[in-house]
């Protein structure tokens, strides 16, 4: 349903909550992907690799742009994950 079509409150919420579960499952498969990458990181900076999080960034600012939302939002969005996922790596990684 699109966004025009709801009715009520009721439609627009069941629409959210869908779209929710639809994030947090690419979120999960996100993840999966991150931790094949561990696989591949033979150190720290591998881990960490700043400049590929500061290249993903920009872009991801772009593609926000792109689609007429806050590039601000989610850069925030996309470095919590980053940083949630890149910390989690480091204590796989080290042991």
Do not use: G, H
């Not at 639809?22 to 991150?34: D, N, P, Q, W």
């Amino acid at each position: 349903m699109e966004a025009k079509d709801c009715q009520n409150m009721e439609d627009i919420r069941a629409e959210i909550d869908s779209i929710d579960k639809e994030l947090i499952s690419l979120i999960s498969k996100r993840a999966t992907y991150v931790n094949k990458a561990a696989q591949f990181k033979k150190n720290e900076s591998d881990v960490k690799a700043p400049a590929r999080v500061d290249k993903m960034l920009k872009e991801r600012r772009t593609w926000a742009e792109d689609k007429n939302i806050n590039p601000d939002f989610i850069e925030n969005l996309f470095s919590n994950m980053v940083d949630f996922f890149i910390n989690k790596e480091m204590q796989e990684w080290k042991k």
